[in-house]
């Protein structure tokens, strides 16, 4: 039987979500706690990969038993066991062929920026120094939608066998005189793709780059013409969603 669980966590402290040789990782700590509640070799598999210091307010894995559940007893347990940085809310059965990973149809990250120093938004946004201009970077994050090969915004050297995906949306939001989030949807992502886009964004934003130069940045799938990678603090996983 398979089971699905949704958690959140911080991931200040963590080395990813994926285990790590010299790292503590979300899916160790998850491994470890069901392996003893379950008294066998738990492996579990994410619905992606967050990388270091990034934050998911929604997160899915999934994981076989040979026996029946109680799923509430176990997401019970589950919270007392892991640290305190994760929260376990949902365990729940679902069907032999429903994997969090390939059966995901649509994620959405939000990055947080602000442009005052704030002590209580340190940890969980990117504090910029410059003037910025959201309107041209919100035509510039509509440009995005436009294609489906995002190699400009893929780590270099990554091991993926493609770089296309389909982005569904791309917006700012400001919720303050001097906060902003960027909403991005897409059926996949790929490594370092989000905080990637964000500092190409940065750069429209501050003039660096026109429309028509954004456009060149994607249509030449070059990591080297992108912007700088974003702080990774400021970038929550929000949601996954399966059809």
Same mark, same amino acid.
């Given at each position: 039987? #398979?089971?699905?669980?949704? /958690?959140?966590?911080? $991931?200040?402290?963590?080395?990813g979500w994926q285990i790590q040789p010299n790292g503590n990782s979300v899916q160790e700590e998850l491994q !470890? &706690? /069901?392996?003893? /509640? /379950? #008294? %066998?070799?738990?492996?579990? =598999? $994410? &619905? $992606?990969r967050t990388d270091a210091g990034v934050h998911a307010r929604k997160m899915v894995a999934h994981f076989d038993s040979d026996v029946a559940i109680d799923c509430q007893q176990l997401a019970y347990r589950l919270n007392r066991m892991v640290p305190r940085s994760m929260a376990v809310y949902d365990v729940r059965e679902v069907g032999d062929d429903m994997h969090a990973r390939f059966s995901a149809t649509k994620r959405t990250y939000h990055y947080y920026v602000h442009t005052r120093k704030d002590p209580f938004l340190r940890h969980y946004s990117c504090e910029l120094h410059f003037d910025l201009d959201f309107e041209r970077m919100n035509k510039a994050a509509a440009i995005l939608? @436009?294609?489906?090969?995002?190699?400009?915004?893929? !780590?270099?050297?990554?091991? =993926? !066998?493609?770089?296309?995906? #389909? =982005?569904? &949306?791309? @917006?700012?939001? %400001?919720t303050s005189d001097t906060e902003w989030y960027f909403e991005i949807s897409a059926d996949r992502f790929l490594r370092n793709m989000v905080r990637a886009v964000v500092g190409t964004l940065v750069d429209v934003g501050r003039g660096r780059l026109t429309l028509d130069e954004f456009r060149n940045v994607i249509e030449g799938r070059k990591r080297t013409a992108a912007g700088e990678s974003m702080p990774a603090n400021a970038l929550f996983l929000e949601e996954v969603e399966y059809g």
């Open positions: 039987m #398979r089971y699905f669980i949704t /958690l959140a966590y911080d $991931g200040t402290n963590f080395h !470890k &706690a /069901l392996t003893t /509640l /379950l #008294r %066998q070799p738990t492996p579990v =598999v $994410g &619905a $992606g939608m @436009e294609y489906s090969d995002f190699g400009a915004f893929c !780590k270099s050297h990554s091991d =993926v !066998k493609t770089t296309i995906c #389909r =982005v569904m &949306a791309a @917006e700012w939001h %400001q």
